[in-house]
């Protein structure tokens, strides 16, 4: 099975290519329009009847049948009773549930961080040549070509009478009115036919007359298409190249724009902090100012990661800009989202010192088991710190003294990095490069822990402050993020040449992998505090995420080990031979290796596990789905009005999961995965 | 060589190091170290649960199964059930019905888009990857409700709701279609396809042989496919020559509930025993060589004492945890033979009326609303949603496998073919095909499992199958913990079945490398 | 210690050097295969070994259980008097102390040339990043490629990789050297360049134990070759006298094959 795959991947062509920047290399040349047409709809140019016959049935078929889809869903989408004003009056209710709104600065802080962190990552990640104009001018055609046919399919607009009601006729087209009890009749009041009415739709003149917008947009689009398609010519559309950044940038900036000028919303959020539906306004103003400055913050931080991509000490600030990815979703989550209330008292009594014990002693411990020649002693101490972490656990079972938590943990670490001691023994820049990372990593662990454990100032109508979008993306950052270590280490059990360790993390990836997810956010919602000391409880936001990173896990633990596969025996036997320890082969040599052949099958769990999420609907969660399954469609306005609510959360699922996947799909491509 | 040389080193014995360096010794007890810590935190939260649950005054075990829950499903095989243990079951019926049903028409549906995907015609292929993309990037979840919302929409029933009326009914109460079902002599009938199974093999086997000695053209495949449709036919109007199994397997029944328990433990303790000896011979024996027993590293004795272990835990769970586990077995064993035995009892003596299949075409049942009456196979509209969406979801998937499967066939093949002069139809049977199909094996498998697993989504419409069905009793009875036992179960049984399943295909298809 | 072995010539000088390798009685089965079967040797500082054989009999099992990737079953192993067991630290002492050069040269991928060669003294012998980096770039030059440093192992030819594995094995700076049939996996005009760097080696008085087809390179450069078949060693002399004098038929047999 390894020879199978390391056959397939050339892992070290892909490794050595992974660092280059890509080659620019043209597209291909287009077939004139009718030839094209012939080869890929009509079949000819193979030279046979049978081809032209069987291309031609085939295009006919698929053609109508695509038709019929567009048709019906454009129908739907610009019917006039589908119901729209459920999803644009509750946008924010469906993004961010019950969040306060004069807390809602937080929120766009919080906007704010990522666009910066995305802005700066945009700006230092080395990126292909672009779009070529021929491709931008077929995407102009492809839209511009929908939005004409979209024009001339849908059905005529229904027309309403004086009082805005839909005007109805019968079969023969006899427009029908309504009498004193409110029911259809014929002008004449004869009783309206029991079959065969439907509403009065205007003529399709008077619709495409109505529709101008639509047609000036997609004529105009086919226009600029034509334009650079005509002017460019055959090579000149095909080599030059538009850098996909600034493109991208280019056209998010557009749609910032459309919120000064569009009626997007048609609300205004008021004084007292309600909102207000009010047909004359554009966009409400606490809506469009943010989206500028967040574009605003995207595209200079965009530029300022250009600048510093060209710095020369530009490997720390990439791993700076990794570590701040990695905590990024704590710091919105708990330091802006929640706005704890510090207990400075405490924070002095008990936080402080507690970090200085642990940074210094723990910092001097590891610096004096990394001293050179200490043989077998640094192992032996370790496993004394683990035993005492071991102890503080076991104490707190049988309840023999008292002990914050956050002490227990921080020891367990202390002995666990301390075991990995030995592998640093060197010159003082090794060393102090384990106490640096040490001192890091308890300054974050503290402070983190610090955070959850304070009080938060935002009071919601709930337990939980977050719901909807917000949950959604919450859940599964920190799944992704607790998840990958966990995945990683059982892969590496799953592999191990110890029995033990391969049956455990074989039990536990099959048994996960075995049951449905549901069952598990059933177990850990509903009985999970069973399991649990009287003294501890765990909040439904953290059971759920529990849940998904254990699954996840499981998931991940299998792409991870398929790319161990990947990685060929001499590797481990070269470790070897040059006598690296287990812990340096696995992360230098082996790691390393595996997870660059994992990247797509990575993100492609990263996809499962955001459409999973809206599993959180079931067990109680108020997320994305709930918002649209359950809440909007029980306010007294929009009643039962399910549809557009859903579609609306399909169109954002489908643009989040669409967009990874392609990125997969590049990374594939430059990485030569699957490719013959 | 000289022997003498060689024998006065052998004697200076190598000295062993001390054992925090051997080593063998350091990698096994820090295997055992994890084992011991995974094991004590796990009966740490075991203890603590049944201290929870005790101070809350829940009763534990397995009892509901036999009480009646008191709650009602829809669609199932019983819509009122009597006792908690046959609610579970119609649930599970249910589950695997829609999984194999499911798997079926994803696999039919699956195909064919992968296909036309791959198709030259750059219309058809265009349509089938929106399609793809469509139901790939959104969650099943969201398809499920949003098919359970339109649905719900849709006109209400009646006898002219269409779209083909008499035959196929599109309305909010689901989808009515016509049915066939199983009638009285259906395993009869079945035993009469075993036979014809057996029979043709022989058969096919004998024409095969005929073929590859005197190279005449002898349908191999299709005297297989006659001999069974022969059988069919013999047995459609025989059937109840077979009634006499009813019998047999009552015998049995009896004779499996006359086992002690005692016997039965004593049974799988031998079992559990003769594995482990089983598998540390074959150990052995593969440490065995032409000049005696080659000498055991330390790593082999830890193992041989770990099989040894594992048949003690067994042991002790047989006679100390779970005694009844044997008698459960001896139960469970009797009951699955009693049912065999009515399932061939009825309609044994009825030679003339019944024929082991029957159909109906979906009807009208009158009363103060209409509703589709029970001739028909009726979806109802949750049932419908859950269907359509984990068919749609998981084609969409199978289909991507099926494209890439057959673009894994390296080009090369595809010109060696024509290279010997295969005409194309043989060329995509004998090579391409084959090839293809090797690739797409184990990911399709995976799909099969996610497919089965994702019928568990049908708690979200209401729709009955087993966790629908579990949960509903866990919240009735507070039974939260067993319910989630069973799931458990059932599932890894579920999953296991696949897997051997598709394993037993992929070795069979697999190529032989060195 | 030392074994008097009667099919050993051996000088006088050379008996006196310290024993480097220690092969005593090694017996290695996989299954019921006996792939190694009483192999005994004897190896002395600063002799230039190479062992010959037909495909599969044993010589490539039997030096790399001299570096533990094999683990032998029966006998004793003993390098620079160091027993090779179980204990970590006589493996740890005894992996630093070897250097390893393989078939299919098994450079690390993903990093550039030099972080190939500077990984070991860094990790493993703890030398500071500065030095071990001048010793990479000496270690380049040492085998003609000082220019390709910053590269990666992917963008080298095959005997390019082959020299960077030399030099990455003698950052080391090992006692012994042991090569797997280094030139199998290269194109013949690439063989040259790997075989002119471990004649300067052997020159430079290096212990190697050298498993290889390269006739011609056995001739010239050997101290003494040692014959195996079937998991046994056949034969044991001077190059001179292998080649143009042998004593055991399957020798013969073996040489008229491949002469």
């Known amino acids: 099975m390894s020879d199978l795959l390391s056959s397939e991947i050339d892992l070290e062509k892909v490794l050595a290519g992974a660092d280059e920047e890509l080659a620019v290399r043209p597209d291909e040349p287009s077939l004139p329009p009718l030839e094209w047409a012939g080869k890929n709809l009509f079949g000819t140019g193979q030279g046979s009847i049978g081809a032209i016959v069987r291309g031609t049935f085939l295009t006919v078929i698929f053609a109508g049948l695509a038709l019929l889809a567009y048709r019906a869903v454009l129908n739907f989408i610009f019917s006039e009773n589908a119901g729209w004003d459920s999803v644009r009056i509750n946008l924010r209710l469906l993004f961010t549930q019950a969040y306060p709104d004069e807390n809602y600065t937080r929120v766009w802080v919080t906007v704010g961080v990522v666009a910066v962190l995305a802005g700066l990552s945009l700006g230092m990640t080395k990126v292909g040549p672009g779009f070529s104009f021929k491709r931008i001018a077929t ?96 090579l000149r559309r095909r080599t030059t190249f538009v850098p996909a950044i600034p493109l991208a940038l280019a056209g998010i900036g557009l749609l910032v724009s459309t919120t000064w000028w569009y009626r997007w919303g048609h609300y205004t959020f008021t004084e007292e902090g309600g909102f207000e539906y009010g047909p004359g306004e554009l966009v409400a103003t606490s809506t469009r100012i943010p989206w500028t400055i967040m574009f605003v913050l995207l595209v200079v931080a965009y530029l300022g990661g250009r600048l510093l991509a060209r710095a020369t000490a530009s490997g720390p600030i990439r791993i700076g800009l990794s570590a701040a990815w990695l905590l990024a979703p704590f710091f919105t989550y708990y330091a802006i989202l929640r706005g704890p209330i510090m207990d400075w008292a405490h924070v002095v009594s008990t936080d402080l010192p507690l970090w200085v014990l642990f940074a210094g002693l723990g910092g001097a411990l590891l610096w004096l088991l990394t001293r050179p020649g200490l043989g077998e002693i640094g192992r032996i101490l370790a496993v004394v710190v683990l035993a005492a972490a071991a102890f503080t656990w076991v104490g707190a079972f049988f309840g023999w003294f008292s002990m914050l938590q956050k002490v227990r943990l921080s020891v367990l670490f202390l002995g666990l990095t301390a075991l990995l001691a030995p592998n640093f023994i060197g010159e003082a820049r090794q060393r102090m490069k384990l106490v640096v990372g040490w001192v890091g990593f308890i300054t974050i662990f503290h402070l983190l822990v610090t955070l959850i454990n304070t009080a938060s100032s935002i009071e919601t109508p709930s337990e939980d402050f977050a719901g909807g979008f917000m949950v959604t993306i919450y859940v599964a950052l920190f799944t992704m993020l607790f998840s990958f270590p966990l995945g990683v280490l059982l892969a590496l059990a799953r592999t191990s040449r110890m029995p033990l360790f391969r049956v455990m993390a074989t039990v536990y990836i099959e048994a996960f992998r075995g049951v449905p997810l549901i069952t598990m956010l059933f177990f850990f919602t509903v009985f999970v505090n069973i399991f649990l000391p009287g003294s501890m409880e765990l909040s439904l936001m953290a059971a759920v995420t529990i849940a998904f990173v254990l699954f996840s896990a499981a998931y ?41 052949v994992s990247i797509p099958p990575l993100v492609g769990q990263t996809i499962a596990t955001f459409k999973e999420t809206s599993l959180l609907a079931i067990v109680g969660v108020f997320d994305f789905l709930r918002m649209a399954r359950d809440v909007v469609p029980a306010q007294t306005e929009f009643l039962g009005t399910r549809k557009p609510g859903l579609l609306f959360i399909s169109a954002v699922y489908f643009i989040g999961a669409y967009a990874m996947s392609k990125y997969s799909q590049r990374l594939e491509k430059k990485l030569g995965v699957g490719e013959r | ?164 009326n008499g035959w196929v009914h599109f309305s909010n109460k689901g989808v009515s279609v016509p049915r066939v079902f199983q009638a009285d002599g259906f395993y009869q009938w079945l035993t009469f396809l075993l036979i014809g199974a057996v029979v043709g093999n022989l058969v096919r086997r004998r024409q095969q042989r005929v073929q590859d000695e005197t190279g005449a053209t002898t349908y191999p495949l299709g005297s297989l496919v006659a001999v069974i449709a022969v059988f069919g036919v013999i047995g459609w109007f025989l059937h109840p020559l077979f009634g006499w199994l009813d019998g047999v397997f009552s015998t049995i029944a009896e004779a499996v509930d006359k086992i002690p328990q005692a016997a039965m433990q004593i049974a799988l303790t031998v079992l559990a025993v003769v594995l ?172 099969y499992l996610n497919l089965t697993k994702n019928t568990s989504l049908a708690i979200a419409v209401g729709a009955s199958e087993l966790v629908q069905v579990g949960q509903t009793i866990g919240n009735q009875t507070g039974k939260n913990l067993e319910v989630f036992a069973i799931w458990m179960l059932f599932y890894l049984a579920c999953s296991l079945t696949i897997s051997v399943v598709v394993n037993f295909f992929n070795v069979r298809l697999a190529i032989v490398e060195r | 210690m030392s074994i008097s072995d009667a099919t050993t010539a051996v000088s006088e000088e050379m008996a006196s050097r310290a024993d480097m390798i220690v092969s005593d009685g090694v017996d290695k089965w996989y299954g019921d295969f006996q792939a190694l079967k009483g192999v005994t040797a004897t190896i002395k500082e600063r002799e230039v070994v190479v062992v010959l054989g037909p495909s599969g009999s044993g010589k490539s099992t039997w030096i790399r259980c001299i570096n533990r990737l094999e683990q032998h079953q029966d006998g004793r192993i003993m390098v620079d008097g160091v027993e090779l067991t179980n204990d970590t630290r006589n493996i740890e002492k005894i992996r630093s102390e070897v250097g390893m050069v393989f078939q299919s040269f098994n450079l690390f991928p993903h990093i550039t040339v030099l972080d190939n060669i500077t990984l070991a003294p ?51 700076e090992p006692r012994i050297m042991l090569f797997d049939e280094p030139t199998s996996a290269l194109d013949p005009e690439m ?7 471990m004649k300067e080696l052997a020159r430079s008085g290096m212990t190697m134990m050298v498993v ?48």
């Open chain 1, 556 to 596: 991940l633990a299998e792409n991870v080990r398929g790319g161990m596969q990947a990685i060929r025996r001499g590797q481990y036997e070269a470790s070897d031979a040059l006598g690296l320890t287990t812990v340096q082969r696995t992360g230098f040599i082996v790691l390393p290796q595996a997870l660059r």
């Open chain 3, 122 to 172: 860094i990790w493993v012998r703890k030398k500071p990043r500065g030095e071990a980096e001048q010793l990479g770039r000496d270690l380049l030059e040492r085998v003609g490629i000082p220019e390709q440093a910053d590269k990666f192992p992917g963008q080298l030819s095959g005997g390019q990789q082959q020299r960077v594995a030399i030099a990455r094995a003698l950052a080391m």
């Open chain 1, 139 to 234: 995407w102009l055609f492809s839209w511009g070509g929908l939005i004409v046919l979209g024009v001339l399919l849908r059905e005529p607009s229904v027309l309403t009478d004086s009082n805005g009601e839909t005007r109805f006729a019968d079969s023969r087209g006899v427009e029908l009115v309504r009498d004193t009890n409110n029911s259809l009749v014929y002008q004449n009041n004869d009783p309206a036919p029991s079959t065969g009415i439907s509403a009065l739709r205007e003529n399709f003149g008077a619709a495409m007359g109505d529709r101008l917008g639509w047609w000036i947009i997609g004529l105009a689009l086919l226009a600029i298409g034509a334009a650079i398609w005509f002017v460019l010519g055959d």
């Open chain 3, 212 to 259: 290889t087809h390269e006739m011609g390179f056995a001739r010239e450069v050997a101290d003494r070759i040692i014959f195996m078949e079937s998991g046994e060693i056949v034969e044991v002399g001077p190059p001179e006298h292998f080649f143009t004098n042998p004593t055991e038929d399957r020798t013969k047999l073996f040489l008229s094959q491949i002469l």
């Open chain 2, 276 to 447: 482990a000896v089983n598998w540390i011979r074959r150990f052995l024996n593969s440490r065995r060589t032409p000049a005696g027993l080659a000498k055991l590293t330390d790593d082999d004795w830890f193992r041989m004492i770990f099989a040894g272990v594992g048949a003690a835990i067994a042991a002790a769970v047989i006679w100390v945890v779970w005694p009844g586990g044997s008698s459960w077995l001896i139960n469970s064993t009797r009951d699955l033979f009693e049912v065999a035995s009515d399932k061939f009892g009825a309609g044994r003596d009825s030679w003339q009326n019944d024929r082991p299949l029957g159909a109906a075409r979906p009807d009208f049942a009158e009363g103060r609303f209409a509703n589709p009456g029970s001739a028909g196979l009726n979806f109802s509209a949750g049932f419908a949603a859950v269907f359509f969406g984990i068919v749609l979801y998981t084609a969409a998937f199978i289909a991507e496998i099926v494209r890439g499967g057959i673009l894994a066939v390296p080009k090369g093949q595809t010109e060696a073919a024509q290279a010997i002069g295969l005409r194309r139809a043989t060329m995509l049977r004998r090579v391409i095909l084959p090839q293809a199909f090797r690739v797409s094996l184990p990911p399709l498998g995976n799909q």
């Open chain 3, 191 to 197: 063989i040259k360049e790997v075989l002119d760097v």
């Open chain 2, 1 to 164: 060589m000289s022997d003498t040389a060689q024998e006065t080193l052998v004697t200076t014995a190598s000295q062993r190091p001390p054992f925090y360096r051997d080593a063998t010794v350091v990698k096994w007890i820090a295997q055992v170290a994890t084992l011991v810590v995974v094991l004590f935190a796990l009966i740490f939260l075991a203890l603590q649960a049944g201290d929870n649950v005790s101070a809350k005054g829940i009763k534990t075990g397995f009892d509901f199964l036999d009480v009646d829950p008191g709650i009602n499903l829809n669609g199932t095989i019983d819509n009122d059930p009597d006792t908690g243990g046959r609610a579970l079951w119609a649930g599970m019926v249910n589950t695997l019905r829609l999984s194999i049903g499911g798997i079926v028409a994803a696999t039919l549906l699956g195909i064919l888009v992968g296909v036309t995907r791959l198709s030259k015609n750059w219309m058809a292929s265009k349509v089938a990857s929106v399609f793809i993309e469509y139901m790939r990037n959104i969650p099943l979840l969201v398809h499920i409700i949003l098919f359970f919302a339109i649905m719900q929409t849709a006109p209400s029933f009646s006898d002219d709701v269409g779209p083909l």
